[in-house]
């Protein structure tokens, strides 16, 4: 195997392998950027080694047993047993006198514990939310601050700061590497889930630039919210999340014509969309529903896009039941844009009227004012009622408040059609 093909291996261990390694040296260290650290000097430990030894047998455990090598002989230089609480000097006494192979297995058993905890961490509502998508993209996601200020348009330099003052402002709050309990735990898990499900968003409906969509930014929060539902099985949250991503994701390939524009759910060709991701989808949603719980939004949610995925045609929808699920999400999650997405449920089962009604409603709201769904619909529905020139106007200001170029372009179309 030549040098190119190792580099390559290397790097596809790497991305499978980082956010574990890391996970276990926060645990090992109480320090998520010393963590960091340690887990690159062992990527670069695998670069000077492996193309002279050739692969190892086992890479991964390789690059963990390294990255565990690297946190030990910090430790014994730091002598930190003496300097750390008393709660945690026989787990740091053991790794240095290396006489605790029980802890070792302990070490590599618990691995999920340690996602987890380093999931709450990244996640931490001590850190803005812009500093917790960027530290979670950067430690679990495995992606380059490069690739992160890429997917979100924003300059290295920013993205860079946004981590680095992440890491500083979890080590100045001395945030413990736990999993919170009690009550704490589901507001904590709301706070992962809103990063997750924004990354996956920020994917699917891409806020600015020439591209409708950001496919790896949902593959990524589709990738995470996956692992959370494995770590946390018994949350219907997680399981819902999931399952709605899965099946918004189901109709991406139908969401784009061949010249990349936009293509509106009602106008797709539902033989493209993914029928395993629907049925995982719809698994997904089953599970959480079967934890027989007040469903919560996300559990709403995707059971809104289920709606959608078992209509085999856009006139089969079932828009009644989406219109009563939308009420049931505005009743446990109130919001502006759950009533304007509830208005356009009800247009579709009683009539545009309906929905005006209520989207007229909406016009003064503040979170909307800068909001370009809502002219959208207001004109859809205006169009609907032939009242078209005051619905050329409302496309026209919903063109210029998005910052999407295809999104722009389509609702230009949608204007002049009004003519």
Sequence with gaps: MNDNSIHRAIDAVWRIEEAKIIAVLTRMLRDVALAEEMAQDALVSALETWPENGTPDRPAAWLMQAAKNK??????????????????????????????????????????????????????????????????????????????????????ATVAQRIVRAKRTLGEAKVPFEVPRGEELEERLSAVLQVIYLVY????????????????LCNEALRLG????????????????????????????????????????????????????????????????????????????????????????????????????????????????????????????????????????????????QYHLLPSVRGDFLYKLNRLPEARFEFERAASLTQNEQERQLLLTRAAACS
Aim: net charge negative; aromatic share 4%.
């Design 71 to 156: 946190a030990l002989d910090y430790l014994r230089h730091q002598k930190l047993v003496h300097e750390k609480e008393p709660e945690l000097t026989y787990e740091i006494e053991g790794l240095l006198q290396d006489a605790a192979p029980d802890l070792e297995r302990e070490l590599d058993d618990n691995i999920g514990d340690d996602l987890l905890r380093l999931i709450f961490i990244s996640c931490h509502p001590v850190l803005t939310m812009e500093a917790r998508v960027a530290l979670t993209l950067r430690l679990l996601g495995g992606l380059t601050t490069e690739e992160i200020a890429r997917a979100f348009l924003a300059s290295e």
């Design 226 to 369: 996956r692992i959370l539902a494995e770590l946390v099985p018994g949350e219907p949250e997680v399981h819902g999340l999931v399952a709605l991503m899965e099946i918004q994701s189901s109709r991406s390939r139908a969401r784009t014509d061949a010249e990349g524009k936009p293509v509106l759910l009602l106008d797709q060709d539902r033989t493209r969309w993914d029928q395993m991701l629907i049925r995982r989808g719809l698994a997904a949603l089953q599970r959480a529903q079967s934890l027989d719980r007040v469903p919560g939004p996300y559990v709403l949610q995707a059971a809104i896009a289920s709606c959608h995925a078992r209509a085999r045609r856009a006139e089969d929808t079932d828009w009644q039941q989406i219109a009563s699920l939308y009420l049931a999400l505005a009743t446990r999650s109130p919001s502006p844009v759950v009533e304007l997405n509830r208005a356009v449920a009800l247009a579709m089962a009683y009539g545009p009227a309906v929905g005006l009604e209520l989207v007229d409603q909406l016009v003064d709201e503040p979170a909307l004012k």
């Design 201 to 216: 968003n920020e994917g699917y409906s891409a806020s600015a630039g020439a591209d409708l969509m950001r496919p790896a």
